[in-house]
């Protein structure tokens, strides 16, 4: 009986961070779990997205707190153009931020202070279709309302940059899509809403606190 010699399987694990001791404290804890490999990590947020188009990657460790450009925005691109799995991975303590980055698709948030077991946990549930909350972050995010209305990412990343103030054609380019792409989903929230206009969208997002 010939053997099977095909490999298992490894989840491919980007880190994004700015701190080298976060590099290599991750590069160890997935070295202990076999069904992980770290494919690369960046010190700089405005790389994420090139390395995401060069090579597979199956989850993205995101701090939020990175220098030059908000880690939400690094996230509204990558989850935006690339449907990809992000989990936050910060020492941040500014929950109003956290709770965006979960509204804008983020599939989990772990905090710098927890025990490493709660990285792999998040990373497991992530990959499940299920959203991780850590213990260091539960009481900090329970104070905040969950939506009724329901967005996908890549609505929630329009949203975000609609609230910006950015075109159709400059929200095409940060999301590597086409401008009728992005007009057909700007009319599906102006039908969520039920409101008249880009303008409105925005309002309405803001008094349901989406935004």
């Not at 935006?80 to 965006?100: C, K, N, P, R, S």
């Not at 989990?108 to 025990?115: A, F, L, N, R, Y």
């Not at 967005?151 to 380019?173: D, P, T, V």
């Not at 009728?180 to 969208?201: A, C, Q, Y």
Request: aromatic share 6%.
């Amino acid at each position: 009986m010939a053997c099977d010699t095909t490999a298992p399987h490894r989840h491919k694990i980007l880190i994004v961070d700015d701190h080298p001791l976060t590099h290599g404290g991750l590069r160890l804890l997935f070295s202990q779990h076999p069904q992980f490999e770290v494919v690369g990590a960046l010190d700089r947020c405005e790389i994420t997205t090139a390395f995401i188009r060069s090579q597979p990657v199956d989850i993205v460790l995101l701090d939020l707190n990175m220098p030059e450009v908000r880690g939400v925005d690094v996230l509204a691109d990558i989850v935006g153009a690339h449907d990809m799995t992000v989990i936050v991975l910060t020492g941040e303590t500014q929950f109003g931020e956290i709770d965006y980055a979960l509204k804008l698709g983020a599939r989990g948030v772990v905090s710098k202070g927890d025990p490493p077991e709660e990285i792999i946990a998040a990373c497991e549930a992530a990959l499940a279709g299920d959203i991780y909350i850590s213990s260091g972050m539960r009481d900090g995010l329970a104070a905040f309302e969950q939506i009724a209305v329901s967005l996908s990412a890549r609505q929630m990343a329009i949203l975000h940059y609609l609230a910006q103030g950015e075109s159709n054609k400059e929200i095409a380019y940060r999301l590597s899509i086409a401008q009728p792409t992005v007009s057909f989903h700007i009319g599906e929230l102006r039908r969520k809403f039920n409101v008249p206009n880009n303008r409105k969208i925005v309002e309405h997002a803001r008094t349901l606190k989406l935004i």
